[in-house]
Structures are given as C-alpha cells and as structure tokens.
C-alpha cells in the first residue's frame, strides 16, 4: 500500500486519512493482519494530529496583546 508519510501531512491530510482507518476498523471486514497495520498507521496520525494542534496552540498563545485588550501582534517563537 503506497502511503504518504504522515511527517508530510498537513492536520487535514492527516485528520481525513484517520477518518479512512476508523471507518475501516468499525467496518470489521480487515483480516488481522491488516487490522493490527492500520491500528498502527492510526496512532501515528492521531501523535501527528495532537502534535499540529499543540504547536497552533502555541501560536495562539503567543498573540501578545495591546492595552485596550486587541490583538496587537504576535511574539517570535
């Protein structure tokens, strides 16, 4: 099976291939083997997911703010 690298995944790519594997999994038509392989792929989207999600929160936390409480900018990471 010829998979992009989840390390080149955007959070969507990455979000619609976990889709793709949860339907397959609760469909229950996999044999074993290929259960247990996308089981795997699926942990590895799920990391690769959480780990986009931190990193947008850290860019969100970052906004600094002016004195009247507005979004004045953004620090440096």
Known sequence: ???TAVTEMSFE???AALE???GQLERGDVPLDQS???YERG???KKHCETKLREAEEKVAKITLGPD???QGTEAL
């Open 69 to 71: 409480g507005a979004a």
């Open 1 to 3: 099976m010829s998979e």
């Open 36 to 38: 247990i392989s996308l």
């Open 13 to 15: 790519e990455a979000m």
């Open 20 to 22: 793709g594997v949860v």
């Open 43 to 45: 942990a590895e989207l």
